[in-house]
């Protein structure tokens, strides 16, 4: 299946490539600049095409992202620190992202005669991002199958979505994929922070999974302390 990966050269997006390229089904990799704070994570989705010998899409959608403010990624808003499950990680909503990116994708996708778009959404952003839920996928997908009809077949794949992100540690450690050239933090520093949500996540999944982190963070313990205010 000709796939088209919408990677933003995190972790998650990132292993799903490497999964994907494993099973032969690796078609292409797109990302977006939105003019996100933490813009450096579009080069590691450039390697990561790079490294895995597919073309690589870069759409840029800064125009967009300038009107869709008020977000800690995109605005002069402090990113805050903590574990994804504290409420004040919904300052990192930037309004209909995953939406506008998959729209953009299908259009890539169908124009390019691919079989399909994958996302590397999971179960630790439901609580946080309503884009990345398993009723958005499914609603989303509905919605693609009536825009492109009778143009083209191309279907929704969101293999984590019911996975934690242990999971997708796990699935992309058996796929071969380079950790260490991978992008989460929010803060778009030197280094990651390791005090901003995803990075609290980040290092969290490798503990769960029991996979070595090989991620330089400014603050390595923090993650620790967010776990344990979350689960008191």
Known sequence: MNTLVVCSGGLDSVSLAYVLAEQGNLGAIVTFDYNQRHRREIDFARRAAERLGKPFHLIDIQPIGAVLSGSAL????????????????????????????????????AAQKMD????????????????????????????????????????????????????????????????????????????????CGTCVERREAFDIAGVSDPTVYADADFWRDAVSRRCA
């Open 116 to 195: 399909a778009v994958a996302i590397a959404v999971h179960g630790g952003d439901h609580f946080i991002y309503p884009d990345c839920r398993p009723g958005f996928i499914d609603n989303f997908a509905a919605m693609q199958a009536r825009a492109l009809d009778g143009f083209a077949q191309v279907r929704l794949l969101a293999p984590f979505v019911e996975r934690s992100k242990a999971d997708i540690v796990r699935a992309g450690a058996e796929a071969g994929t380079p950790f260490a050239q991978t992008w989460s933090c929010y803060k778009g520093g030197d280094v990651h922070c390791g005090r």
């Open 74 to 109: 995109t605005d002069a808003v402090d990113v805050p620190d903590g574990h994804y499950a504290e409420d004040t990680m919904k300052a990192t909503i930037v309004p209909n992202r995953n939406a506008i990116m998959l729209t953009i994708a299908f259009g890539l996708a």
